[in-house]
């Protein structure tokens, strides 16, 4: 199975956006998550292979989980960006059966760094 990687991390001033990438994505299931120093890592937002989206409550109407089925890619669009939004963003992927029976995702990303400055 080819490994996770998430791309589009930076620097951004708060207020704007970001665009992060994940590939590949033809896992059924897949989700965005992410862990600020010295925090737990925490759900963001998860879409399924109907396309059914979930979000964390904080960043609902900012953030937009999609896919792009022919190039194979995942994203996440972050808009309206504020400085608790800094963290490392991870991508993780499963089979939509495996997920549903373990709750957890098998496959990660290394990660890509996002930092909003006040």
């Known amino acids: 199975q080819e490994r996770l990687v998430e791309s589009g991390g930076g620097s951004v001033q708060a207020g704007g956006s970001l665009r992060l990438s994940c590939t590949p994505s033809?896992?059924?299931?897949m989700g965005w998550f992410r862990q600020a120093q010295g925090e737990a890592r925490e759900f963001i937002a998860a879409i399924a292979s109907d396309g059914n989206t979930w979000y964390k409550d904080s960043v609902k109407g900012r953030f937009t989980i999609s896919k792009d089925n022919a190039q194979n890619i995942l994203y996440l669009q972050m808009s309206s960006l504020k400085p608790e939004d800094s963290a490392m963003y991870y991508c993780?992927?499963?089979?939509?059966?495996?997920?549903?029976?373990?709750?957890?995702?098998?496959?990660w990303g290394q990660g890509t760094q996002v930092t909003v400055s006040s």
């Open positions: 033809t896992y059924g299931c």
């Open positions: 993780a992927a499963d089979s939509c059966s495996s997920f549903a029976r373990t709750g957890q995702y098998g496959h």
